[in-house]
């Protein structure tokens, strides 16, 4: 089945540490997304790519980095720059059309990190 | 900026009746609007999607409507079951790629 992977689902980390959240896709999707989500608020964007190799910052990428050198993958690190990072991650994917970009979003089942 | 509402925030209905969660934007120059609807400590699944050339989407016991005009969508679940129980959030598509969430209406639906 097609469909989004996101690992892993739980992550503890200390003050300091990066760490690395895995999105896979195969979905054939050529967009890709990072999403934040805290209690009481809407999702908030971090990165998306369009493309293998190009990434954009999306509203708080602060703290964050991407990398997407494979269609079906775009990894999310969570620096130690970032001063918040417990919460709730979300990988989301969609077909491009056309220039507006209109398609779908599907999303992954999410990784919840908690920083000790 | 768009600024995406959904009022309540919470709602419980007896099993069987039918309700309509509302979704209000601040900008009617959009792309599109997608439901979804989320499980605790889950990722999002989408519901419907509705383009901005279109009224409504229909799935099953579900149906989305939109008027960009009045800035407002409405979901309508017809004869409720309590596996319909979970948060159903709205996001609007104004561009490339800019989609704006709003918070969310946690719904519950009793036995």
């Known amino acids: 089945d097609g469909g989004i992977t996101q690992s892993p689902k739980y992550l503890f980390r200390k003050e300091g540490q990066n760490v690395t959240l895995s999105c896979e896709q195969n979905?054939?999707?050529?967009?890709m997304y990072w999403y934040r989500q805290d209690p009481g608020q809407g999702l908030r964007l971090i990165y998306y790519?369009?493309?293998?190799?190009?990434?954009q910052k999306g509203d708080i990428a602060e703290g964050y980095s991407v990398s997407r050198e494979k269609k079906e993958s775009f990894p999310l690190t969570v620096t130690s720059a970032q001063k918040n990072p417990t919460a709730f991650y979300l990988c989301a994917s969609r077909r491009i059309q056309g220039t507006s970009n209109t398609g779908e979003l599907f999303f992954g089942e999410g990784s919840r990190l908690t920083v000790l | 900026k768009q600024e995406v509402t959904q009022i309540p925030a919470a709602l419980s209905v007896p099993e069987g009746e039918n309700l309509v969660l509302n979704c209000s934007f601040t900008?009617?120059?959009?792309?599109?609007l997608q439901w979804f609807r989320q499980d605790p400590g889950k990722g999002l699944t989408s519901l419907l999607l509705?383009?901005?050339?279109?009224r409504e989407q229909t799935s099953g016991r579900l149906n989305a409507s939109l008027d960009k005009s009045s800035g407002r969508s409405t979901l309508y679940i017809a004869a409720s079951q309590p596996g319909d129980s979970a948060t159903y959030l709205c996001a609007v598509g104004t561009g490339a790629n800019n989609l704006f969430f709003g918070t969310g209406t946690r719904l519950t639906v009793i036995p």
């Open positions: 900008d009617s120059a959009i792309y599109n």
């Open positions: 979905l054939n999707h050529d967009a």
């Open positions: 790519s369009q493309i293998v190799n190009d990434f």
């Open positions: 509705i383009q901005s050339s279109q």
